[in-house]
């Protein structure tokens, strides 16, 4: 039973990253336009604490005639809390580069390449699309302790979406698969493999007149039984997070996002909430 808590707080930062609630991933932008994020979110599960600072990286581009994104995030992280697991007291302090991520999103039907100036007049109706996200294991990680910011394995998210205009408002839809590779140096040479875990996510979203967004978001999970040596330590994993996701133009290139969400069931004890914001910067397409 101690190695079942133990594994639940050391996969805190893993499932902090994996169940993030993203408004508008399939949206159309004009071709050409590229945006830089900085930010910082907060994530907490009882008394401990993950802190992350992200850079991220995405440029729009024409992929077969529709619109499509490629992004980078880098995310450097903090760690930090302590407890008490039955008799034995469980601390964390870590500190690093977190694993970095990249994606590339497509979308299928309904978003086309547009230049800045053919953008002006489109207008949404019913975007398709899909997506892969893989995360590279440079994260900072010792096999020694339980808790570290970086995993030592991959992660790989196919996913697919759509997006209905229907006025101001947009309703959104989307479907994801996370894929584990096995940790081979867990805990000291152990093997960690989990089965895929398995999302939905929804948002509906209202834009202002100025192009202010605000979104009412919802996700699901299930899935993800974990096992150290081939037994299973855990069973599968069920969570509903519940969010919410305001961005807001500074200027014609800049804007600030608040984010918040928070965790309200989870089957195996590892909800969380979290808070973040960031500013975003865009520039290129003739902009």
């Given at each position: ?74 995310p450097y992280a903090q760690l930090t809390g302590s407890g008490t ?116 996510e929804s948002h509906v979203i209202y834009y202002f007149q100025n ?42 290139q800049n804007s600030i996002r608040l984010t918040g969400s928070k ?25």
């Amino acid at each position: 039973m101690r190695i079942f808590w133990f594994f639940l707080l050391a996969f805190f930062c893993q499932i902090a990253n994996a169940q993030e609630i993203e408004a508008r991933m399939y949206s159309n932008a004009p071709i050409g336009i590229n945006f830089v994020t900085g930010g910082i979110a907060q994530a907490k599960s009882g008394s401990y604490q993950l802190t992350t600072e992200a850079v991220n990286l995405t440029r729009i581009i024409d992929v077969f005639g529709q619109s499509g994104r490629m992004s980078l995030t880098l995310p450097y992280a903090q760690l930090t809390g302590s407890g008490t697991v039955g008799s034995q007291s469980m601390n964390a302090s870590a500190e690093g580069l977190s694993d970095p991520v990249i994606k590339v999103s497509a979308n299928l039907y309904g978003a086309p390449a547009l230049s800045l100036d053919e953008f002006k007049s489109y207008q949404q109706d019913l975007i398709i699309g899909a997506s892969l996200a893989a995360s590279i294991p440079w994260g900072k990680y010792n096999s020694e302790q339980m808790l570290n910011v970086g995993a030592n394995r991959s992660v790989i998210q196919p996913g697919i979406g759509a997006s209905q205009a229907i006025g101001p408002w947009r309703l959104e839809l989307a479907g994801m698969a996370t894929i584990y590779t096995s940790n081979t140096n867990f805990l000291g040479g152990n093997t960690l493999s989990q089965n895929p875990m398995y999302s939905t996510e929804s948002h509906v979203i209202y834009y202002f007149q100025n192009m202010a967004w605000i979104s009412a978001d919802a996700t699901y999970y299930m899935g993800g039984q974990s096992y150290v040596n081939g037994v299973p330590i855990n069973g599968s994993q069920e969570n509903w997070r519940f969010g919410s996701t305001l961005s807001y133009p500074i200027n014609k290139q800049n804007s600030i996002r608040l984010t918040g969400s928070k965790g309200v069931y989870s089957r195996t004890n590892n909800s969380y909430d979290a808070l973040g914001i960031s500013w975003q910067y865009r520039w290129g397409g003739g902009l």
